[in-house]
C-alpha cells in the first residue's frame, strides 16, 4: 500500500491511464474544440465592442491578441493529460525527500507501538518487576493497562491502514477523471473572463496531487506527538499514580481518534495549501 505514495498516474494504473489518454484524445479533446470557440468569440466581443461604443477603430492587433490567447488555450488543453502527469511527479518527488528520513511505515508503527518505561537504574528495574510479580493488584492494574493501550493501538493501526488506503484510491481516481477531463475547462483560458475556469481546475488537480505529501507529513508529526507509554518506573501505590496509568491509556483513545481526524483531513489542509475550497 505504501508504495502507491510514490506512484505516478502513469503506472499505478497504466490500463486506465492508457485508456484516459485514448479518450482524452478522441471524445474530450473535440468537444473542448467546440467550446474553445466559444471562448474566442466572447474574447473577441470583450475587446471589439467597447471600442465600437467608444468610437475607436477595430485595429488587427486586437483581433490576433484574441486568437494567440485561444492558440495558447488549445495547446494547454491539448497537453492537459501531461500537464497532470508533471503534477503527480512534483507531488511523487515531496514524497521521496520524506522518505530520506524513514520510510512512511516507521512513521506509522513509531505513532502506535507503545512503550515500556522501565527505572533507570537496571537494580530498580528487576525490583519493579519482581515487585508487580508479588503484588497482583499492582499486576493486574499494569496488565490492564497495558492490554488496554496494546488493543486501542493496534485498532487504531487497522482503521488508520484502511483510511489510507480508500484516501490513496479515491485520490487516484479523481486524478484520472481529472486527467480526462482537463481539455474542457483548460480551453477557457482562451478568453480573459473566463480563464478562471482552468486556474482554479489546476489548483484541485494540486491538490489532490499533494495530499499524499499532506498524509505523509500528518503520519511523521504525529508519530512525535503520539507516543503512548506504559510505565511500570513507579510504584503505582497511590490514587494519584493509578490515574495517571490510567490517563496514558486512554490518552492512547484521544491520540487514536485525532490521528483518524486528520487522515480524514488532509484533503481540506492541501486545498487550503493551494487556496481552494477555502
Do not use: H
Not at 162 to 173: G, P
Request: aromatic share 14%; glycine share 6%.
Amino acid at each position: 500500500m505504501f508504495s502507491n505514495f510514490t506512484q505516478n498516474i502513469t503506472n499505478y494504473n497504466p490500463s486506465a491511464f492508457s485508456w484516459v489518454v485514448k479518450m482524452s484524445t478522441q471524445v474530450i479533446l473535440p468537444v473542448a474544440f467546440y467550446i474553445s470557440l466559444f471562448f474566442f468569440m466572447m474574447e473577441v466581443i470583450n475587446v471589439v465592442v467597447p471600442k465600437s461604443q467608444a468610437g475607436d477603430n477595430v485595429q488587427f492587433k486586437d483581433i490576433s491578441m484574441a486568437f494567440m490567447r485561444w492558440l495558447v488555450a488549445m495547446a494547454v488543453a491539448t497537453a492537459g493529460v501531461s500537464i497532470f502527469v508533471f503534477i503527480t511527479m512534483i507531488s511523487t518527488g515531496a514524497i521521496n525527500l520524506f522518505n530520506q528520513s524513514g520510510s512512511i511505515t516507521d512513521a506509522l508503527i513509531n505513532s502506535f507501538i507503545p512503550k515500556i518505561k522501565l527505572p533507570d537504574n537496571p537494580l530498580s528495574a528487576l525490583g519493579e518487576i519482581f515487585g508487580m510479580l508479588t503484588n497482583p493488584g499492582k499486576l493486574i492494574n499494569t496488565a490492564i493497562t497495558g492490554v488496554l493501550m496494546y488493543l486501542l493501538c493496534l485498532i487504531a493501526q487497522i482503521v488508520a491502514v484502511i483510511s489510507v488506503s480508500v484516501i490513496i484510491y479515491l485520490r487516484f481516481f479523481q486524478l484520472y477523471l481529472m486527467a480526462l477531463l482537463s481539455p474542457i475547462p483548460l480551453v477557457s483560458f482562451a478568453s480573459r473572463e473566463f480563464d478562471s475556469i482552468g486556474k482554479n481546475y489546476l489548483k484541485y488537480a494540486f491538490a489532490y496531487a499533494f495530499q499524499t505529501v499532506v498524509l505523509v507529513a500528518v503520519m511523521w508529526l504525529f508519530s512525535f506527538f503520539a507516543q503512548p507509554t506504559i510505565d511500570v518506573s513507579g510504584s503505582l501505590s497511590t490514587f494519584s499514580e493509578l490515574k495517571d496509568n490510567w490517563g496514558s491509556a486512554l490518552g492512547s483513545l484521544v491520540y487514536a481518534i485525532s490521528y483518524i481526524v486528520m487522515i480524514w483531513q488532509t484533503l481540506s489542509v492541501s486545498k487550503r495549501l493551494f487556496g481552494v475550497g477555502v
